[in-house]
Every structure is written in C-alpha cells, then in structure tokens.
C-alpha cells in the first residue's frame, strides 16, 4: 500500500499543474439573448411558457421560463451553438411558436410572434415518408452550398417528425416530407434560414444572404 501510494505522488510530480488545472471546469465564452414573445399584434403576451433547446446537447432542454407583462424571460448566457426556443400557452390560446437561432459572438434580441389558435381545421394530413421534397442551397453568391445542414420538420417540431440532412456537391438534398407546412431550417456556417412551405411542392430553392 505504502508502494502504491508513493507512485501516485510520483506520477502526480511528473504531470505538474496542468494536471491540478485539467481538474477544474474551464468557463467558455457565453453571449446574452434576450427572448420575446409578441403576438400578431405586436403586443407583448404574459405568461406564454418559453422552452430554450440546446440542440447540440443530448439532454436538450436547457432553460424554461413564463414571460413577464413585457413579453420577455430573463435574459440567457448562452455558449456559441445551434438552440431551439418554443413559445406555446399553457392553456392553448396560441399556437406554439417554434424558432431555431444561431448564438456567435454577438448579444441578440429573437421576437417569437405566435397566432392565436384557430377554431377549426388541422390542415392536410401528410403520412411520413410517402412524400419528398428536394431542396437545393445556394450561398449569397449563387453558388451551392456543399455541406449545409438541413432540418426538416413539421410547426411543432414533434420530436419524431424531424430529420437532418447535408447537402451534396450539388447543394442538394432530398428530404422526407414530415408535415403540412413543412418547416425547413438551413444552417450554413454563421448563417440559419428558416422557411415554411407548402408539403405539397416538389422542389424548394434557398438563397442564403450575406452574413
């Protein structure tokens, strides 16, 4: 025992501090979002729940707040990466407003705008994976945007009706039409495109603008 003990302080000397500092969690940089949440008005709703995703985080969910009489939670420190934000009522009065955003370097404002829930009709029915939809990305320049990551997925962002793609050489990709709308979100780089459109067309086109 003496032995084994007198080799761990050995082996503790050889590493120096950088084994003492490897032990401590080291901070990342985090930049402040404000999340708001108006309705079609533009007047700020009270407490509308909001659910803050880290989508490059297994575990996901990451803040859950209602907002106060300014529409607003209280603002998040967020690292840089990929985030869904939700804003649906508790009681049903609004549709649930789901928004995907990319946090860089630079503090940000993000408006959800939710609608006021209808009082009938659900839209058309879609059965996954009968219907395709290709999808090419241009970047600002016109040209194709190998590599972009595509997220295909229906208003609600149901968790079984979503699919990730990347585009080919072509900056094509052809994707499961998993609702009606379709909701497709293009990440490119520091850019992120949302766009609703309609499930029954066969092709969509996204031109990316200048970051």
């Given at each position: 025992m003496r032995?084994?003990?007198?080799?761990?302080?050995l082996f503790g000397l050889m590493l120096g501090p950088r084994a003492v500092i490897g032990a401590i969690p080291q901070g990342k940089p985090t930049t402040a979002v404000n999340l708001v949440?108006?309705?079609?008005?533009?007047?700020?709703?009270k407490d509308e729940l909001v659910i803050v995703q880290n989508l490059d985080d297994p575990e996901h969910e990451i803040a859950r707040a209602l907002t106060d009489a300014n529409g607003e939670i209280p603002?998040?420190?967020?690292?840089?990466?990929l985030?869904?934000?939700?804003?649906?009522?508790?009681?049903?009065?609004?549709?649930?407003?789901?928004?995907?955003f990319l946090v860089n370097d630079m503090p940000m404002r993000l408006m959800l705008m939710v609608?006021?829930?209808?009082?009938?009709?659900?839209?058309?029915?879609?059965?996954?994976?009968?219907e395709k939809m290709f999808?090419?990305?241009?970047?600002?320049?016109?040209?194709?945007a190998v590599g972009a990551a595509v997220?295909?997925?229906?208003?609600?962002?149901t968790?079984?009706?979503?699919?990730?793609?990347?585009?080919?050489?072509?900056?094509?990709?052809?994707?499961?039409?998993v609702g009606s709308p379709l909701v497709l979100v293009v990440i490119f780089g520091k850019t992120l495109v949302t766009r609703e459109v309609s499930s029954k067309s066969r092709q969509q086109i996204i031109r990316l603008p200048r970051p």
């Amino acid at each position: 025992m003496r032995y084994l003990l007198m080799l761990s302080l050995l082996f503790g000397l050889m590493l120096g501090p950088r084994a003492v500092i490897g032990a401590i969690p080291q901070g990342k940089p985090t930049t402040a979002v404000n999340l708001v949440v108006r309705d079609e008005s533009g007047a700020p709703l009270k407490d509308e729940l909001v659910i803050v995703q880290n989508l490059d985080d297994p575990e996901h969910e990451i803040a859950r707040a209602l907002t106060d009489a300014n529409g607003e939670i209280p603002i998040l420190n967020l690292e840089s990466g990929l985030y869904r934000a939700i804003a649906t009522a508790p009681y049903g009065l609004w549709q649930t407003q789901v928004r995907e955003f990319l946090v860089n370097d630079m503090p940000m404002r993000l408006m959800l705008m939710v609608q006021g829930m209808p009082t009938h009709g659900h839209g058309d029915i879609v059965t996954v994976g009968t219907e395709k939809m290709f999808v090419r990305v241009l970047d600002s320049d016109g040209h194709p945007a190998v590599g972009a990551a595509v997220l295909a997925r229906d208003r609600d962002a149901t968790l079984h009706l979503q699919r990730w793609y990347k585009t080919d050489q072509s900056g094509g990709a052809t994707v499961e039409v998993v609702g009606s709308p379709l909701v497709l979100v293009v990440i490119f780089g520091k850019t992120l495109v949302t766009r609703e459109v309609s499930s029954k067309s066969r092709q969509q086109i996204i031109r990316l603008p200048r970051p």
